[in-house]
């Protein structure tokens, strides 16, 4: 199962950059600018590419925001690939937990499914509470 | 009402340039990154110093993910300011959400709770659906 992160602007490699940081380099997750000025033809050919190579093994698409280019492309060369998911919203708790639980995840729909629970439960606001 | 965007390695930028392209330039978000070699007393600074800046007009803090230093830090600084709110989990969506509602939000904490739903609402897994 292979992992793709792309969004607009510095969104993958900002992302790229701050899971470096964390959990160092990752050979499993693919970073995929859509930066401005792309072409959206270009752009297209490089998503169709990573699905048509890794649609039968698996392949898990995390994307900036629903609606936005990078998901609306993806959604539509996902299609008639089962083994392709594609999820919008990503934070950065889902691509820590993605980097953890993929190498052994047992489809790309179940990995989905769970990261979207946990990048729910990570999305909160804190809280300071006392202790007794 | 002011709103920080705080977050590991490129986080902080790759969303500024993210949200950049899409909606442009934003004087209402200030955008700092804690990047690798970064001193932890000099970093904590510069959230102490945005804190006491801003703790009366209301700061909003948009974080990478729960239990990392820059969640921790405005954690510990937001102590005792009842206007700063500290979210973690930040997308994009909610970004997109801050630069949109913050102008008009009635309070630090609406609008962190606000940018919790939309978060998650926006968190999603897409699915293609036929129409009749």
């Known amino acids: ?68 280019t990078p998901f609306n492309v993806s959604m539509l060369l996902s299609q008639g690939h089962p083994q392709v998911a594609v999820l919008a919203g990503t934070n950065l708790a889902m691509i820590l937990e993605a980097i953890d639980q993929a190498p052994t995840a047992s489809s790309v729909t179940d990995l989905a499914d769970h990261l979207v629970v946990i990048g729910r439960q990570g999305l909160l606001k804190g809280v300071l509470q006392a202790r007794n």
Do not use: C
Not at 42 to 52: K, T
């Open 1 to 68: 199962m292979k992992v793709l992160v792309t969004g607009h602007g510095g969104f993958a490699l900002g992302m790229a950059a701050a899971s470096r940081m964390i959990v160092g380099d990752q050979e499993l997750i693919d970073w995929l600018p859509f930066e401005e000025g792309t072409n959206l033809s270009d752009y297209q050919a490089q998503i169709a590419a990573r699905v048509e190579r890794h649609g039968e093994e698996g392949l898990l698409i995390l994307t900036d925001f629903k609606g936005g």
